[in-house]
């Protein structure tokens, strides 16, 4: 991550100005590897060995007598070429210098942002799984803090400008330092059985409402995880499995889920959708709100307040405040229905019985 206050020097750092000092350099050695061949008539070896040695002032002395007119033109390109390694180790200094200040600024805004992040979720664990959950939250604006005890995964997460603790997730403390007091929820796809289970006790009993979800390999330990503390556990092996299988029985299913939830190149997608208080679809029925005719969104299931699912709701089933819609549209469509649900304006307008 780059300080915006770096800009006007890391400007000096393009590759305009690095391709112009290597083009400066490769003159400066041909002009005096040629002119100590023509003056002095040495070879091209000896040439260019007294051209280095002389622009770079490491005081050898010289190779073999020279004569005055090659003194002369050494004087020449001591001077000239003086200026020109002075011109390239300056920049190959400020390239150092900028770099390990932009290190600095770049962990001090993730280590600002990170004492300042709320309603967000601590992802335990940045192998493969939670590589992916991360990529995939962020993409939707979901706020992510990540805990790893690999340094490896460190410039990963800065050149990402992903908040990080390289630290144990077990660990009492680790926990509290990513703010679990202020998280929405915690994910953890850390290594091994135990050290999930130990990661969901602790994170429950530091926070009673946080929401948490965790990977097993063992299809035994699920209940495990569930008493302590688990909202929600999956098993990769299984999931994975089941996706295979059912890709060769039910293809057009898959190809249809595949392209609604996971292709992010098609329009059409699928989302959940929060009835809130002060929207005016807040107890009309489906045929009412002529959500499907006017904004050609098609509602896949109702989630009640009080957790009931409804799948494939009838044209008479009310949105009540607090209900979750399950919605498939296209994307711009999907955005008007949700300023609508909050409570904001839109071109939709309710329709009378």
Same mark, same amino acid.
């Given at each position: #991550?780059?300080?915006? +206050?770096f800009?006007s020097?890391?400007?000096h750092? /393009?590759?305009?100005y690095v391709?112009?000092?290597?083009?400066?350099l490769?003159?400066i050695l041909?002009?005096?590897?040629?002119?100590? #061949?023509?003056?002095?008539?040495?070879?091209?070896l000896?040439?260019?060995?007294?051209?280095?040695?002389?622009?770079?002032?490491?005081?050898f002395?010289?190779?073999?007598p020279v004569?005055?007119?090659?003194?002369v033109?050494?004087?020449?390109?001591?001077?000239v070429g003086?200026?020109i390694?002075?011109y390239?180790l +300056?920049?190959?200094?400020?390239?150092?210098?900028?770099?390990?200040?932009?290190?600095i600024?770049?962990?001090?805004k993730l +280590?600002l942002?990170?004492?300042? #992040?709320?309603?967000?979720?601590?992802?335990?664990g940045?192998?493969?799984?939670?590589k992916?959950?991360?990529q995939?939250?962020?993409s /939707?604006?979901? *706020?992510?803090?990540?805990?790893?005890?690999?340094?490896?995964?460190?410039s990963?997460?800065?050149?990402?400008?992903?908040?990080?603790?390289?630290d144990?997730a077990?660990n009492?403390?680790v926990l509290?330092e990513?703010?679990i007091?202020?998280?929405?929820?915690?994910?953890?796809?850390?290594s091994?059985?135990a050290?999930?289970l130990?990661i969901?006790?602790?994170?429950?009993?530091?926070?009673?409402?946080?929401?948490?979800?965790?990977?097993?390999d063992?299809?035994?330990?699920?209940k495990?995880?569930?008493?302590?503390?688990?909202?929600?556990?999956?098993?990769?092996?299984?999931?994975g +499995?089941?996706r #295979?299988?059912h890709?060769?029985?039910k *293809?057009?299913?898959?190809s249809?889920?595949?392209l609604?939830?996971?292709d992010?190149n098609i329009?059409?997608?699928?989302e959940?959708?929060?009835?809130?208080e002060g929207s005016?679809?807040a107890?009309?029925?489906?045929?009412?709100?002529?959500?499907?005719?006017e904004?050609?969104v098609?509602i896949?299931?109702?989630?009640? /307040?009080?957790g009931?699912m409804?799948?494939?709701?009838?044209?008479?089933?009310?949105?009540?405040?607090?209900?979750t819609?399950?919605?498939?549209g296209?994307?711009?469509?999907l955005?008007?229905?949700?300023r609508?649900?909050?409570?904001g304006t839109?071109n939709?307008r309710k329709r /009378?019985?």
């Amino acid at each position: #991550m780059i300080h915006r +206050g770096f800009d006007s020097r890391q400007s000096h750092l /393009s590759p305009r100005y690095v391709a112009r000092g290597i083009a400066l350099l490769a003159a400066i050695l041909c002009f005096g590897t040629i002119g100590y #061949m023509v003056v002095e008539k040495w070879d091209a070896l000896d040439a260019l060995y007294m051209t280095v040695i002389t622009i770079t002032t490491v005081g050898f002395g010289e190779i073999r007598p020279v004569s005055e007119p090659g003194r002369v033109f050494t004087i020449i390109l001591i001077f000239v070429g003086i200026g020109i390694v002075a011109y390239i180790l +300056g920049l190959a200094a400020q390239t150092m210098v900028v770099f390990q200040m932009t290190k600095i600024l770049g962990r001090r805004k993730l +280590g600002l942002k990170k004492r300042s #992040m709320k309603d967000h979720y601590i992802i335990c664990g940045y192998g493969r799984i939670g590589k992916t959950i991360c990529q995939e939250l962020l993409s /939707s604006k979901i *706020p992510v803090l990540v805990i790893d005890m690999g340094d490896e995964v460190k410039s990963q997460l800065e050149e990402a400008g992903t908040p990080y603790i390289l630290d144990d997730a077990t660990n009492e403390e680790v926990l509290m330092e990513a703010r679990i007091d202020r998280a929405k929820g915690l994910v953890s796809v850390v290594s091994t059985d135990a050290d999930n289970l130990f990661i969901t006790m602790t994170a429950r009993g530091l926070n009673p409402d946080l929401f948490i979800i965790t990977r097993t390999d063992d299809e035994k330990n699920q209940k495990k995880f569930v008493r302590a503390g688990a909202n929600h556990v999956f098993l990769p092996y299984v999931i994975g +499995g089941q996706r #295979m299988a059912h890709t060769i029985a039910k *293809p057009a299913v898959m190809s249809f889920l595949e392209l609604t939830v996971h292709d992010r190149n098609i329009a059409l997608e699928m989302e959940e959708l929060l009835v809130q208080e002060g929207s005016r679809l807040a107890g009309a029925n489906l045929m009412e709100s002529g959500i499907r005719q006017e904004l050609n969104v098609i509602i896949v299931a109702i989630r009640k /307040s009080e957790g009931e699912m409804i799948f494939n709701p009838s044209s008479q089933t009310r949105m009540e405040k607090g209900d979750t819609l399950i919605a498939l549209g296209h994307k711009h469509d999907l955005e008007k229905l949700k300023r609508i649900l909050s409570g904001g304006t839109g071109n939709h307008r309710k329709r /009378s019985r």
